[in-house]
């Protein structure tokens, strides 16, 4: 079956059809359907055993990203490059986060953490946000982006129903996601009050253009204020979230009070006990394990110096 679309037109998958959903029924799946974003992922790996036919969202033509007063809104079908040019131009410019204070502050990091994907212009202008999420790969930088703006997940359930859950749980382990079949990425809700948050963005890889190995992203939370996603570590003045991805199989969360490198030495010793580094052929566990301590570090010091 030869895909209609056109970044994907010359691009051949072994399946028999395309459906194009255009609303919330043409969304059930059936026997041996997948759902279909932009198809970065999907047409350029082997079709999955058992899957057959896809159904394409970007027909829904739900709005790519909408802010009001409850927060910011990203459509599971908003691409990379629309992230970027929407939701990403509201923060401010990158390496001036500690510039005037405003409502979108903390958006500052979504450019960069796009560009943590080694994807090309062309891919980013039609991959999306929720087909990265839904793949769970430890270099999904938009986990990691996620995470540190509390962002819950919209997830439309195949009896007609929802459920949300934190972007921090959505992760299971490298590649697994808890999203049962059938299940939709319908968008991400960021809360008001992280979209004017300082934030942090740092990675490492082991060539400059090389798949993200070690990601580290952080949010500083106004006196008093906690997390949903955080886990332990209590509320209080002068606390930072901090959120590592990319170099471990799932997300890690923590809040840090400002200047205490003692308790994120602790924090990330306890990572080989709570599933271990992750390893594959863009860097080594322990490798990975040294960036993402110097990465953290770094962070918790811009975090923590205020503003
Ligand atoms: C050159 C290249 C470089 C890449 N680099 C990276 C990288 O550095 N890091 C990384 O993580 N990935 C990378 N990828 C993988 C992938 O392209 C991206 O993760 C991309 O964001 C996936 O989005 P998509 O819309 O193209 O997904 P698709 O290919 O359309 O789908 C991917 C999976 O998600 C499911 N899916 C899609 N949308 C939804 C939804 N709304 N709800 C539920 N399930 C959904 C699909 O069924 C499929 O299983 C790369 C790919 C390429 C081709």
Redesign the pocket.
């Known amino acids: 079956m030869r895909s209609t679309r056109g970044d994907l037109r010359s691009m051949d998958l072994d399946i028999d059809t395309v459906r194009v959903a255009r609303t919330r029924a043409d969304c059930a799946l059936r026997p041996g359907e997948?759902?279909?974003?932009?198809?970065?992922?999907?047409?350029?790996e082997p079709v999955?055993p058992g899957v057959t036919g896809?159904v394409d969202?970007m027909g829904l033509g739900w709005e790519p990203w909408s802010v009001d007063g409850s927060g910011l809104r990203v459509a599971?079908?908003c691409?990379?490059a629309e992230l970027v040019a929407g939701p990403g131009a509201l923060g401010a410019p990158a390496g001036d986060r500690s510039g005037a204070p405003g409502p979108y502050r903390g958006l500052g990091i979504v450019g960069e953490c796009v560009s943590?994907?080694?994807?090309?212009a062309k891919?980013a202008r039609?991959?999306?946000?929720?087909?990265?999420?839904?793949?769970g790969?430890?270099?999904?930088?938009?986990v990691g982006l996620f995470v540190a703006l509390d962002a819950r997940a919209v997830?439309w359930t195949p009896d007609g129903g929802s459920r949300e859950l934190p972007v921090a749980d959505l992760v299971t382990g490298a590649g697994r996601v808890d999203?049962a079949p059938g299940?939709?990425?319908?968008e991400v809700r960021v809360p008001c009050l992280a979209l004017g948050a300082r934030t942090v963005f740092r990675r490492a890889s082991l060539t400059p253009t090389g798949?993200?190995a070690a990601m580290v992203t952080g949010r500083a939370l106004p006196d008093g204020a906690g997390s949903d996603s955080a886990g332990p570590g209590g509320d209080g003045p002068g606390r930072v979230l901090l959120v590592m991805t990319a170099s471990t199989p799932v997300p890690h969360a923590q809040l840090v009070r400002a200047g205490d490198h003692d308790a994120l030495d602790h924090w990330i010793d306890s990572v080989d006990v709570a599933g271990g580094w992750y390893e594959d052929t863009h860097g080594t566990a322990d490798w990975r394990a040294a960036m993402t301590r110097r990465l953290a570090h770094e962070a918790l010091d811009e975090l923590g110096g205020g503003a």
Do not use: D, H, I
């Open positions: 997948a759902f279909l974003g932009g198809g970065t992922f999907l047409y350029s999955r896809l969202l599971g079908t691409t990379l943590a994907l080694s994807l090309s891919v039609t991959a999306t946000v929720g087909g990265n999420l839904a793949l790969l430890p270099a999904g930088s938009m997830v999203l299940e939709l990425l319908r798949r993200t």
